[in-house]
């Protein structure tokens, strides 16, 4: 039992932390913080109880090292800030943390924090539906959509909501890649009995980027027994991907029919009364105080994606920590003067392609021709995605002007450049310079 002291010292520092982080880090700071609380300051650890096993995983995985950085910046001393919980409710399936499972659920991704607008429509109703009539309903649920549409939210959501109708409910939420990961080393060791029996005997299957199964063949093999053990007993499986089945690069054909035989729905791009809710939701989340006049600004400035929306709002936090925690329009604008959102409408194909040619000391006939050769075949696919990422032209379009190359390979083409670019760094400071020069490039034009 800590002394009173302990525990009035406690509050007193955590006070301390919360305010330190307000200034310092708001961007990270959550409203549901303040729900958090401190219990005891011994031994040169602050005790803090969270309220869920889900806000306690994602504060010990995801913030630890800010929350001790805080703490030592607010009292001069080296403190270490521990997160405790009662119980460990939510299944003992739902597993986070263990070695495969790299996966957190953020306790913002439930359904209250998801606004809902004719972008998502469709797949946040289906989602709903599901959570009312699990493995009935519409089974399996497939929502595709761009990156940074919501996808991962929904999807953790609807965990938390059936996890939340029933504790005792199995729920397996997990990447595919994990799942692969998984099951090579069940391979590997010999055990995929426990590999089978942990993965057909869920209630609720939950994978999140399904398009990366394409790659590897012997999990495609595995995971459509998986699917169909789970569907013959009635047991709900969910998927998202960042295209339609159909479009998924090298998904065999069963697995194509097997994932559209359910519902499938997609997300959108969210229109501006859509971005203007959640910037507003999104700044009541980090209990940040924005006029309406700032709200609306940045919903017009960022029309690309959710995840971009968010990051805008976070530069504006960043440049009011800077410049006195005023939060106004010239500010905003300051702050956000540089995002050229508009980038997009005014690049050509032709533009794109002669700068990957002149970076990589490639003629154009090589983006364009038919040969392999990696000197030639990864300009080409870095020109797939800058186009992808700079222009609005359509898959079929790109492919049509690199040599009449069809939608699955410019897919395939970007999926690599993505993929290259969050496993090395060299290839990631390199695209980044392209970017830039092509931001440059339409700037210099554009003044
Ligand atoms: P995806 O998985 O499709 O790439 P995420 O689910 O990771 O996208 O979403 C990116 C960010 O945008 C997340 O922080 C998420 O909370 C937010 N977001 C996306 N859609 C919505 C929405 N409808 N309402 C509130 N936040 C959203
Ligand atoms: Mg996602």
Redo the contacts with the bound molecule.
């Keep these: 039992m800590p002394s009173f002291e302990s525990v009035n010292h406690a509050r007193q520092v955590w006070q301390e932390v919360l305010a330190y982080l307000r200034q310092c880090q708001s961007a990270l700071v959550r409203a549901w913080f303040d729900s958090l609380s401190p219990e005891s300051l011994e031994g040169g650890t602050l005790t803090v109880r969270a309220q869920t096993p889900i806000q306690q995983h994602y504060l010990v995985t995801k913030c630890r090292e800010v929350f001790n950085e805080a703490a030592q910046a607010a009292t001069g001393n080296l403190l270490t800030v521990n997160f405790v919980c009662d119980g460990a409710a939510g299944g003992d399936l739902l597993r986070f943390g263990d070695n495969f499972d790299e996966v957190i659920l953020s306790p ?2 439930v359904y209250d ?5 004719p972008c ?1 429509d469709m797949a946040w109703t289906t989602s709903q539906a599901v959570c009312e009539r699990p493995g009935i309903a519409y089974n399996p649920l497939f929502i595709h ?1 761009s ?8 999807l953790q959501a609807t965990c938390q909501e059936l996890l939340r109708r029933d504790p005792q409910r199995r729920i397996l939420y997990l990447s595919c890649d994990t799942f692969r990961n998984h099951f090579m080393e069940s391979v590997r060791n010999n055990q995929m009995a426990e590999f089978r029996h942990r993965y057909r005997g869920v209630d609720v299957l939950v994978i999140d980027d399904i398009h990366f199964l394409a790659k590897w063949d012997r999990t495609q093999e595995e995971f459509f027994h998986t699917f169909n053990a789970l569907f013959q007993r009635n047991k709900q499986i969910i998927l ?1 991907s960042d295209c339609p089945p159909w479009e998924i690069p090298a998904l065999e054909d069963r697995l194509i029919s097997r994932f559209g035989s359910g519902m499938v729905a997609q ?1 959108d791009k ?1 229109d501006f009364e859509t971005r203007v809710a ?1 910037v507003a ?2 700044a009541r989340l980090r209990g940040t105080p924005l006029p309406q006049d700032v709200v609306e600004y940045i919903a017009r400035k960022i029309d690309t994606n ?2 971009e929306l ?1 990051g805008a709002l976070t530069r504006v936090q960043g440049y009011a920590m800077l410049h006195g925690g005023r939060y106004d329009l010239t500010l905003a604008r300051a702050a956000l003067g540089d995002v050229h959102t508009n980038v997009r409408r005014t690049l050509t194909m032709q533009e794109i392609a002669d700068l990957v040619a002149g970076y990589y000391k490639v003629r154009l006939s090589d983006l364009q021709g038919k040969r392999r050769l990696r000197s030639v075949a990864y300009p080409r696919q870095v020109t797939m995605y800058l186009a992808r990422h700079f222009t609005d032209y359509s898959l079929t379009e790109i492919g049509a002007y690199l040599g009449g190359r069809d939608h699955t390979t410019i897919i395939h083409g970007v999926r690599a450049v993505d993929n290259d670019r969050s496993t090395n760094s060299k290839v990631d400071a390199e695209v980044a310079r392209l970017e830039q020069m092509l931001k440059d490039s339409t700037r210099a034009a554009a003044g």
């Excluded at 924090?113 to 607008?117: H, Q």
């Excluded at 990156?147 to 929904?154: A, E, R």
Aim: include cysteine; glycine fraction near 16%; aromatic fraction near 8%.
């Design positions: 913002d991704y924090n998801f606004v809902k607008g998502n959509g990156c940074g549409l919501g996808k991962t939210h929904l998202s997300v969210p959640i939701m999104k959710i995840r968010e």
